[in-house]
């Protein structure tokens, strides 16, 4: 089984910032790419920002200069720095993770429960 678990959601004014920490385990073999999503109410789960080894990281186009997404591959650990929030970035927050199981030739994706980010105006 893999499981990733998401800390660091909250509530915060706008201009404030935010910090998301994601962290893998289980039986992993290798993790190829891991990112942020996010859902707001009413609204398609969008990407955010994903990070692949030896690769730039990607960005939406809504966070980019606001938002910095880093990888710990030691610790298979994800993490979105949020900085500049507005209320527009309100939306539960997802990691997933492209994960090769130790028992697996093929990669899956996997989610997190999520976590809430509210931004108050």
């Known amino acids: 089984q893999v499981q990733l678990v998401e800390s660091g959601g909250g509530v915060v004014q706008a201009g404030g910032s935010l910090r998301l920490s994601c962290a893998a385990s289980?039986?992993?073999?290798?993790?190829?790419?891991m990112g942020w999503y996010r859902q707001a109410p009413g609204k398609q789960r969008e990407l955010v920002a994903s990070?692949?080894?030896?690769?730039?990281?990607d960005y939406a186009d809504s966070v980019k200069g606001r938002f910095t997404i880093s990888r710990d591959n030691a610790k298979k650990m994800v993490t979105l720095q949020m900085n500049s929030l507005n209320p527009e970035d309100t939306a539960v927050y997802y990691c997933?993770?492209?994960?090769?199981?130790?028992?697996?030739?093929?990669?899956?994706?996997?989610w997190g429960q999520g976590t809430q980010v509210t931004v108050s105006s």
């Open positions: 997933n993770a492209d994960v090769r199981r130790i028992t697996t030739y093929w990669y899956t994706g996997y």
């Open positions: 990070i692949t080894s030896g690769r730039s990281p």
């Open positions: 289980g039986s992993i073999f290798s993790i190829r790419a």
